[in-house]
Structures are given as C-alpha cells and as structure tokens.
C-alpha cells in the first residue's frame, strides 16, 4: 500500500460547483496532515493544515479521520483559479520529512 | 513566511556531465533541508534529507554516489547529480522547515533538469 494514495482525476467542474477530494494514509503515527496545491511546474505552496477537529478556511474546508486513516477537502463555489494539482501531504514515520499524495487534478471552467 | 531560493531554475546539460543545484534559506536557518524529485504526473518524491554538518539521509533506492548533497552552512545546501544521464531529467525541489515553527515545509522554486 503506497503511503499516500489520492485519485488523480482530474476533476472538471463548472464555476460554482463543490468538489471533493479524499486521500487515505498508511502510516497511523502520522501526526501532521496538509493539504498543498500545486500549479503546473511551480513548487508546491501550502493550502491548509488539517486538523482532527476539522478546519475550515475561507471555502476551503478540510477534514481528518485518524481511525479511518483518512483525509479529504472540500471546495465549495469553485473558481477558475482553483485550477490546479492538489496533494495531500502527511509526515514520515520519523516525523521528519512530508511524504506527498500523487496529487488530484482539478480543472475549473466557465 | 520563510523564503526558500533555489538556483537554478532549469538547466540543460550533456549526458555524462554533473550539475549542481543549490537551495538556501533566506531569512532563517535550516538545520534540516529536504530534496525531492518529481517526474512528470508524478507526486514528489523524497530522495534524501540534508543535514548542516553531517551526512546526509538518502530514502531506499536513491543513490548517495550520484546524488551528493553537501549542507555546509544553517542556510545552504547543494545537489549534484554527477555524470548525469536521460533519465536523471526531472524536477528537483528542496525544501526546508524552520525548527521550532511546526511541520510545515518551505519549498524552493524548483529545478527543471533536462539530459541530453
């Protein structure tokens, strides 16, 4: 089982709609959970933590399960700016370093 | 936030040649800095985890001969790839968190590698 699995997609959605991306993780001593959003060949910028009690920034909102080892987000009113590649990201077994989801594609149009 | 510069930002080179790609941390110390690469459609890959003053910690697979990363100061680190070859083309990112500041990565911009 890969450390961090996430659907690919993409994912292609009308301006305005809600759109949910799910990640799932193999290492339960995980203790950090991200969700990072990549543009096509720029690095990665950081979207959001998520935290167990769930979290919720702007239309971004991100949730946890740890017994379930699961991890999702959730976008709502899309923008054709959100267009991008979104990667779930948690940390190593050591704690050390992030070990990044293949990433989901969205692709938003008008 | 930190400030992650990564230099440079694409290179070309002959196969058989090594290249150099530095990361330094703007306005913090790094005592640890990460490396990572990333094939096309790919999720990032860690290759190693760099250091200040000691070796560095290269993942399974990664090769410590071809890949030298050198974390001689708290705010630079370098990746050779040496005698580089086709299939070495790909995206390099580094990346750094600051101690004591949480889990949460700075990236460099990245390096886009291309062999010929």
């Known amino acids: 089982r890969k450390e961090v699995e996430q659907d690919p997609g993409p994912f292609n959605v009308p301006e305005g709609a809600t759109v949910a991306f799910n990640c799932t993780y193999s290492?339960?001593?995980?203790?950090?959970f991200f969700w990072y959003r990549q543009d096509c060949r720029k690095e990665p910028k950081l979207l959001m933590s998520?935290?167990?009690s769930g979290n919720e920034d702007g239309r971004f909102t991100a949730q946890l399960n740890r017994a379930s080892q699961y991890i999702s987000l959730l976008i709502r009113d899309s923008k054709l700016s959100d267009s991008a590649t979104y990667l779930c990201?948690?940390?190593?077994?050591?704690?050390?370093?992030?070990?990044f989801g293949k990433g989901t594609t969205l692709s938003v149009s008008s | 936030g930190a400030v992650v510069s990564q230099h440079p930002s694409w290179v070309i080179c002959k196969s058989g040649t090594s290249v150099k790609i530095e990361c330094r941390s703007l306005?913090?110390?790094?005592?640890?800095m990460f490396w990572y690469r990333q094939f096309p459609k790919q999720s990032l890959m860690l290759m190693a985890t760099?250091?200040?003053?000691?070796?560095?910690?290269?993942e399974q697979g990664v090769e410590k001969d071809k890949f030298l990363i050198n974390h001689a100061s708290l705010t630079l680190s370098t990746l050779t790839v040496t005698s580089a070859h086709p299939e070495d083309s790909s995206f390099y990112i580094c990346?750094?968190?600051?101690?004591?500041?949480?889990?949460?990565?700075?990236f460099g911009q990245g390096t886009r590698l291309t062999v010929v």
């Open positions: 760099s250091n200040e003053g000691s070796k560095a910690t290269y």
């Open positions: 990346s750094a968190s600051l101690v004591g500041g949480g889990p949460e990565a700075f």
């Open positions: 290492n339960s001593a995980s203790q950090s």
């Open positions: 990201v948690v940390n190593n077994q050591a704690g050390t370093a992030l070990i």
């Open positions: 998520v935290y167990s």
């Open positions: 306005d913090f110390q790094a005592t640890t």
